[in-house]
């Protein structure tokens, strides 16, 4: 039996997951279920919105479209299987499976860390220089800056993916958590992994440290301009923005620095899969909610469109009578 490493014994790993929790995983497989087709209808609602809106064809709501896709396919990778095992005796996962699980969790997160990074210098822009936003951010750059996120993403998700896979897995194969994450899968291997896991910590911290600092600045300067405001009420509403926008960026990169910034897998505790339920669930939930459902241009455009579908039926069911 062998995986990727020529050394490598172990063919297939077993997610324990949720498992001690025994009785109460069917109540579990509900409440995922449900928090899943939330997710679903929030980040389709937000897209389908944005697709059919001409108002809404602009580089802030592009970013937006594209995050909402990325955060649809990040949950894609991860909560089927859950919702599967929830259920199931048995609850496998074959090493090449675990390994294209890891490449494209760690592929979409990556991207998403470096969109919101990019969303919010869309921001600084939009704020900062009004007068020249159209000219700064036009089409080209932010094709460019969606382009160079999503590959940069993968690109590090197809580095941080061979180093755990060139390990050697030769026993136990039980995975402490209920997908294949990087450090309970890391804590399996059999030989010495202290230089890949530094080389892992650093491509962490390129991910999520850089875009997370990036963010402050560029709402360190949107800060700055809120408070130049000579209306009271116009810095209520951008401070309410900012804040609703920043809660989203705490609680992601929070929670990513919890887990990932840490120099060695064998901190991974069972507290881990509590902390990962929260970037893996909980924020691909307030994303659509935050970003665009608390916007008034998105709620005005879906209005607009439940109207106009309204007033089509109507119209329709006339005709036919």
Same mark, same amino acid.
């Given at each position: 039996m062998q995986g990727f490493n020529k050394t490598t014994v172990v063919t297939q790993f077993i997610l324990v997951g949720f498992s001690r929790l025994g009785r109460f995983q069917p109540l579990l497989f509900v409440v995922f279920l449900l928090l899943y087709l939330t997710i679903l209808v929030a980040n389709a609602t937000i897209m389908a919105v944005i697709h059919f809106s001409r108002t809404l064809h602009t580089p802030m709501y592009g970013f937006l479209f594209i995050l909402s896709l990325s955060e649809s396919c990040y949950t894609f990778v991860i909560i089927p299987q859950l919702l599967v095992h929830l259920l199931s005796a048995t609850k496998t996962i074959?090493?090449? *499976?675990?390994?294209?699980?890891?490449?494209?969790? =760690?592929?979409?997160?990556?991207?998403?860390?470096?969109?919101?990074?990019?969303?919010?210098?869309?921001?600084?822009?939009?704020?900062?220089?009004?007068?020249?936003?159209?000219?700064?951010?036009?089409?080209?750059?932010?094709?460019?800056?969606?382009? =160079? +996120?999503?590959?940069?993403?993968?690109?590090? *998700?197809?580095?941080?993916?061979?180093?755990?896979c060139d390990m050697d897995f030769c026993g136990p194969n039980r995975v402490n958590h209920y997908f294949c994450d990087m450090a309970p899968?890391?804590?399996?291997?059999?030989?010495?992994?202290?230089?890949?896991?530094?080389?892992?910590? +650093?491509?962490?911290?390129?991910?999520?440290?850089?875009?997370?600092?990036?963010?402050?600045? +560029?709402?360190?300067?949107?800060?700055?301009?809120i408070l130049k405001i000579p209306s009271a009420e116009g810095k209520r509403k951008a401070f309410a923005t900012c804040a609703s926008h920043l809660t989203v960026v705490f609680v992601h990169?929070?929670?990513?620095?919890?887990?990932? =910034?840490?120099?060695?897998?064998?901190?991974? +505790?069972?507290?881990?899969?509590?902390? *990962?339920?929260?970037?893996?669930?909980?924020?691909? =939930?307030?994303n659509p909610l935050v970003y665009s459902l608390r916007n008034q241009e998105v709620k005005t455009a879906l209005k607009r469109i439940i109207g106009m579908s309204v007033a089509t039926k109507i119209s329709s069911q006339k005709f036919k009578n």
């Open positions: 074959s090493f090449v *499976a675990c390994a294209t699980q890891l490449f494209f969790f =760690l592929g979409f997160a990556c991207t998403n860390c470096f969109l919101i990074a990019v969303m919010g210098y869309d921001r600084y822009v939009a704020i900062c220089h009004p007068l020249r936003y159209t000219l700064i951010m036009n089409k080209r750059l932010g094709l460019g800056l969606i382009s =160079l +996120s999503g590959v940069t993403g993968f690109f590090i *998700a197809l580095m941080a993916t061979n180093l755990i899968v890391i804590k399996l291997a059999c030989t010495d992994t202290h230089v890949k896991e530094l080389a892992l910590f +650093s491509l962490s911290i390129l991910v999520i440290m850089v875009p997370f600092l990036l963010i402050l600045i +560029s709402y360190g300067f949107i800060v700055n301009s990169y929070g929670c990513a620095s919890i887990i990932y =910034l840490r120099p060695k897998s064998k901190s991974a +505790s069972d507290k881990d899969q509590l902390v *990962a339920v929260t970037y893996t669930v909980v924020t691909p =939930l307030l």
